[in-house]
Each structure stands twice: as structure tokens, then as C-alpha cells.
């Protein structure tokens, strides 16, 4: 699977656009000086959180969780070399949002809270984000855990335990059948 079918593939599944994708697909590092991450760093404590952020969306089961395929270290890659200044603000300042939203629901941090606590918050972000998508104008930013989510799910399903454990992989498929008889619960196919 190319780059842009997995962008393509992930966008279906959100149902729109991903932010940055457009960067990411002539190779991130553009020459413009509004796209890329114009001092912007992330700690390893902020791979780390957003590992958390990723696990609790994608949860390790009897397949690999989000932490497992390294998303939090794709998410700050995408961020800092494929996202607009505006974009990355909104991000970073998400990151705050989310750990001050933890610490009002919960009482404590986001890394503090139990597994059905960042559950609970991050379904209520979700709620909230989808209704500040369908209210918002054209030229408002997008909404920070939209963000989240998506490259979650982007970094995820183009990271190898993702493509290969979570998704049916076959490196060679062999001949091309247009018309396969599917089974209810099975694996949706990764493609090369």
C-alpha cells in the first residue's frame, strides 16, 4: 500500500479530509516556511502521553494496541514537519486541554486516571468534537482531539503491527479476485 491509499483509507474511516495529509504526501519537509515545525518539540514525555492518548483510542487487544505501533512518535513527527504553525498550535495546546479536561472530570491527570476514566473523557472529547466539526465555519481551526484521533488511527493502520496483526495481510496476495464472500467479524484486508 502506497502512502496516499493509506491516507485515502484512513480518511474514509473519519469520514473527511486528514489535516497535514497533503504535506505528508509530497514528503513533509516542504520549503514553505508556514509548514513545518518552526522551532516546535516534543519531549519524550509528550510521545509518551500521546502513546496514552492513542492506547485508550486503540486499545491493545488480541491484536497490538496504538502504544505498541508507536503512534505517539508519529503523531509529533506529523505535527512538527507536516502541520501548518497554526495547526501545531492548536495541537500542543490540545495536549493542555486534554490533561486540564482529565484533571476537571477526574481529578487528576490524564497519565493518573484509571483505563475507564481516559475512556470516559475521551468519549466525551469525541462527543464534543463532532459537535464543534458540524457548528464550525470555514477558516475556524479543527478542533484538537479530532486531531488526536485521527492520527491516531492514520499512525496506526500505516504502522507495521497495525497493517500486518490488525488488518489481514498478505505480502503476495496472488491472483486478483474481485469478489470474495465475507464473514462476519473478519479482519478488514491491508493491501500493498
Not at 83 to 89: A, H, L, P
Not at 99 to 107: H, L, Q, R, T
Amino acid at each position: 500500500m502506497n502512502r496516499r491509499e493509506a491516507i485515502s483509507r484512513v480518511s474514509l474511516l473519519l469520514g473527511g479530509t486528514i489535516l497535514g495529509a497533503e504535506a505528508f504526501l509530497a514528503g513533509c519537509r516542504q520549503p514553505d516556511k508556514n509548514i513545518g515545525g518552526a522551532g516546535i518539540n516534543f519531549s519524550n514525555d509528550d510521545v509518551a502521553f500521546l502513546d496514552e492518548v492513542a492506547e485508550t483510542i486503540l486499545p491493545a487487544t488480541d491484536t497490538p494496541g496504538a502504544k505498541e505501533a508507536k503512534v505517539g512518535d508519529f503523531m509529533t513527527r506529523i505535527v512538527r514537519d507536516c502541520y501548518t504553525e497554526k495547526d501545531q498550535k492548536v495541537f500542543v495546546d490540545g495536549m493542555q486541554k486534554l490533561n486540564e479536561a482529565s484533571k476537571k472530570k477526574n481529578g487528576h491527570s490524564f497519565l493518573d486516571a484509571s483505563a475507564q476514566e481516559r475512556h470516559d473523557l475521551l468519549v466525551d472529547l469525541d462527543k464534543e468534537q463532532k459537535q464543534y466539526t458540524d457548528k464550525k465555519k470555514e477558516g475556524d481551526p479543527p478542533h484538537y482531539f479530532r486531531l488526536m484521533k485521527e492520527l491516531t488511527l492514520w499512525g496506526y493502520f500505516t504502522s507495521e503491527p497495525g497493517a500486518t496483526k490488525a488488518l489481514r495481510y498478505v505480502a503476495v496476495p496472488g491472483k486478483y479476485q474481485g469478489c470474495i464472500d465475507y464473514k462476519k467479524g473478519e479482519k478488514a484486508w491491508a493491501t500493498t
